[in-house]
Nanobody, 124 residues
Framework: QVQLVESGGGSVQAGGSLRLSCAAS????????MGWFRRAPGKEREGVAA???????MYADSVKGRFTISQDNAKTTLYLQMNSLKPEDSAMYYC??????????????????WGQGTQVTVSS
């Protein structure tokens, strides 16, 4: 079992920045990747960014060049640095863990564990 707790959401104007954090209750070698997902009102939840156990990162096309995913050395804290935010980035952001054999890291169907979410609102 892995508990995930997000923090760092808030309201910001377009062009601004936010940094999200996700604290994991423990690290296990069974984790294949950690990722950030988001759900905007009326839309499906989508993968935003992920990092696998080897440190490889992957991003949705809509956030490439603006968002950066990272982890601390202990791999118990996940970050998402979000720059040049746009109103369309407004959503509930979720931290998630995909276990080995769980599927593609950025797929919404892959994670076995989810955080409660943190709201990001970007105003124009």
């Amino acid at each position: 079992q892995v508990q995930l707790v997000e923090s760092g959401g808030g309201s910001v104007q377009a062009g601004g920045s936010l940094r999200l954090s996700c604290a994991a209750s423990r690290y296990t070698y069974s984790i294949h990747c950690m990722g950030w997902f988001r759900r905007a009102p009326g839309k499906e939840r989508e993968g935003v960014a992920a990092i696998d156990r080897d440190g490889n990162t992957m991003y949705a096309d809509s956030v490439k060049g603006r968002f950066t995913i990272s982890q601390d050395n202990a791999k118990t804290t996940l970050y998402l640095q979000m720059n040049s935010l746009k109103p369309e980035d407004s959503a509930m952001y979720y931290c998630a863990a995909t276990m080995r054999g769980g599927g593609v890291c950025l797929s919404e169907s892959s994670p076995a564990y989810w955080g409660q979410g943190t709201q990001v609102t970007v105003s124009s």
